[in-house]
């Protein structure tokens, strides 16, 4: 399967746990986003990066999100003590270039317990 | 700020009838417009897209018009069929030193058989 790939699917956390989301970008695709979609919501950029930087953030919370792509596997979406308001679905999506077509994953459902 | 807008957040439509969605938007930069359709617990595929040098473009049952001095697009679906049920976004590409996609909060599309 080539397309963009996330796990896990579905996450469920304690408030003051750890999230760790993952997502491996289609074959040659160079740039990776990560959007966000609460219950009733449309889809609410975060973050865009490319391999070992990260380009825009403008959509990231200022504490306890975090994001990178290292040289090397997955693009990471990390959120540190998460609390009832995270619980929403994550997507990433991948592009070859800039302003292309973007490609999404299944997404990862987090839930806060 | 919501740039991208899609005021009817749901729209149901008989089997074999057109379906019309709409979105707004309101940046007159914008040049590309994309519309992805999402069904539960999957995450947005790419439809059909239209360059801002067109004003309509068509692929098979799906059309994408384009009316510019309006800042209005509005995809058609003829005739529907029940599997056309799901979430339908567009989106607009925003250059604003980095690209990234805006989108609409979304219609959620039901054809009735």
């Known amino acids: 399967n080539a397309g963009v790939m996330q796990n896990p699917r579905h996450l469920v956390r304690r408030r003051g746990q750890e999230a760790r989301l993952r997502c491996s970008p289609m074959?040659?695709?160079?740039?990776v986003y990560w959007y966000r979609q609460l219950p009733e919501e449309g889809l609410k950029f975060m973050v865009y990066?490319?391999?070992?930087?990260?380009?825009?953030e403008s959509g990231m919370p200022k504490e306890r999100f975090s994001a990178e792509f290292p040289k090397e596997g997955p693009s990471i979406l990390r959120i540190q003590q998460v609390v009832r308001g995270d619980s929403a679905a994550y997507f990433c999506?991948?592009?070859?270039?800039?302003?292309?077509?973007?490609?999404f994953g299944s997404g990862t459902q987090l839930s806060v317990l | 700020d919501q740039q991208v807008k899609q005021n009817s957040p749901s729209l149901s439509v008989q089997e074999g009838r057109i379906s019309i969605l709409n979105c707004d938007y309101t940046?007159?930069?914008?040049?590309?417009f994309l519309w992805y359709k999402k069904y539960p617990a999957e995450g947005p595929t790419f439809l059909i897209s239209i360059s801002s040098i067109k004003d309509k473009n068509e692929d098979g049952r799906f059309t994408v018009f384009l009316n510019k001095s309006a800042k209005h697009l509005s995809l058609h679906i003829v005739p529907s069929q029940p599997g056309d049920s799901a979430v339908y976004f567009c989106?607009?590409?925003?250059?604003?030193?980095?690209?990234?996609?805006?989108f609409g909060t979304g219609t959620r599309l039901k054809v009735l058989a």
């Open positions: 990066l490319q391999k070992e930087n990260i380009i825009d």
């Open positions: 074959k040659g695709h160079s740039h």
């Open positions: 989106a607009a590409p925003r250059f604003s030193g980095t690209y990234k996609y805006i």
């Open positions: 999506a991948s592009s070859q270039g800039a302003g292309e077509k973007l490609f």
């Open positions: 940046n007159s930069m914008f040049d590309y």
